[in-house]
């Protein structure tokens, strides 16, 4: 499915604007080109003539290329609306049918060859486009190799020393744990002298006691 595009009632009114300033830019260059070569002598005469000459020719190049994205949207979005799916079929049969539709004033063999170029035509184009987008999806894929990350913690632990760890550890919960009955003491004034607060003891050295401040800045060192 097509999500870069837009939905289908709305899609006719875009191909078909797109197409006609596909025919007026275009029309215009080759048409004052072509006026620009085809007139007499002299710089001003040229440009003159290949501005008159896009002036009476644009305006009909620029119809047939709007007339032409008008049709071919209109039977993408039938072709859409009929199969409920989006893929390069519809666009080739699109293609088909618009060269038909548009040759249908000069004969049943006029409208085979039409349809046969636009089916051939938009065929490269979708084969062409489903190609690039094969060639940019390998070329992405293949140099990218997805290794996986560790926490962050792990190493950090592993700078740590193996005998100081356990002391540490113990030490970091015993401070986290007096942390919190602080904070719940606090919020309830009633409990402070009820609630002890938790200390872990060193073999004969009482520890100091810390603040939130200092807390961050162990938490930082380790």
Same mark, same amino acid.
């Given at each position: 499915? =097509? ?10 009114? =875009?191909?078909?604007?797109?197409a006609? %300033? ?22 001003? /005469? ?9 002036? %009476?020719?644009? #305006?009909?190049? !620029?119809?047939?290329?709007?007339? @032409? ?16 799916? &989006?893929?390069? @079929?519809?666009?080739i049969?699109?293609?088909?049918a618009?060269?038909?539709?548009? !040759? ?6 006029? %409208?085979?060859?039409? !349809? ?9 184009? &979708? ?20 290794? #996986?990350?560790? *926490?962050? @913690?792990?190493?950090?632990? =592993?700078?740590?020393? #193996? ?8 030490f970091?919960?015993? &401070? ?7 904070? /719940? *003491?606090?919020?309830e004034?009633?409990?402070l ?7 872990? &003891? ?13 807390? !961050?800045?162990?938490?930082? %060192?380790?």
């Open positions: 499915m =097509e999500y870069n595009r837009q939905p289908c009632p709305i899609r006719i009114v =875009e191909d078909c604007g797109c006609f %300033m596909m025919g007026t830019i275009g029309g215009s260059l080759f048409e004052f080109l072509k006026g620009f070569r085809n007139a007499p002598s002299g710089l001003q /005469r040229r440009v003159y003539g290949g501005i008159d000459l896009v002036k %009476m020719r644009t #305006p009909c190049i !620029a119809g047939s290329f709007a007339v @032409w994205g008008a049709t071919f949207s209109t039977v993408d979005c039938a072709l859409v609306h009929y199969r409920q799916r &989006e893929d390069a @079929w519809n666009s049969l699109s293609g088909a618009t060269g038909g539709i548009l !040759a249908a004033r000069n004969g049943i063999r006029a %409208m085979a060859n039409s !349809a046969l170029v636009g089916c051939l035509v938009l065929a490269m184009i &979708e084969g062409a486009g489903a190609a690039v987008a094969t060639i940019n999806a390998a070329d992405k894929g293949a140099g990218i190799v997805i290794k #996986p990350q560790r *926490a962050q @913690w792990e190493a950090i632990l =592993e700078s740590i020393d #193996p005998k100081r760890a356990s002391s540490t550890q113990d970091t919960l015993a &401070e986290f744990e007096r942390v919190l009955d602080q904070c /719940r *003491a606090s919020r004034p009633n409990l002298q009820d609630i002890p607060v938790k200390s872990h &003891e060193r073999e004969s050295k009482q520890k100091p006691f810390y603040s939130l401040l200092d807390l !961050a800045k162990l938490s930082q %060192m380790f």
